[in-house]
């Protein structure tokens, strides 16, 4: 089992920046593929970004170039930079664990999920 923490959320003006953590505790952290995703009122929650041990990286179009995920495993966290924010970015954002080692951009192929983090990015 693994237990996902994220913090860091909060308002931010357009085009400002957040930085999203998210601590992990319960199984080898390096062996565990990372990944956020986020979700709007009424949508469907959608991928972000996932990142392997590696370094192998996929991020969504609509945040290639403003976010950058990244990892540190002897702290056994992941990160979620985030800059150049806008309003559509507003979203409730969810880390994810997976154990198989491939990247993956669907949500279903994840097996741990975080309790989610607010950001409200104002115009």
């Known amino acids: 089992q693994v237990q996902l923490v994220e913090s860091g959320g909060g308002l931010v003006q357009a085009g400002g920046s957040l930085r999203l953590s998210c601590a992990a505790s319960g199984r080898t952290f390096s062996n565990l593929v990372m990944g956020w995703f986020r979700q709007a009122p009424g949508k469907e929650r959608e991928f972000v970004a996932a990142?392997?041990?590696?370094?192998?990286?996929a991020y969504a179009d609509s945040v290639r170039g403003r976010f950058t995920i990244s990892r540190d495993n002897a702290k056994n966290t992941v990160y979620l930079q985030m800059n150049s924010l806008k309003p559509e970015d507003t979203a409730v954002y969810y880390c994810?664990?997976?154990?198989?080692?491939?990247?993956?951009?669907?949500?279903?192929?994840?097996?741990?999920w975080g309790q989610g983090t607010q950001v409200t990015v104002s115009s």
């Open positions: 990142l392997r041990s590696g370094g192998s990286s």
């Open positions: 994810a664990a997976k154990r198989e080692l491939s990247l993956s951009t669907l949500k279903s192929f994840y097996d741990y």
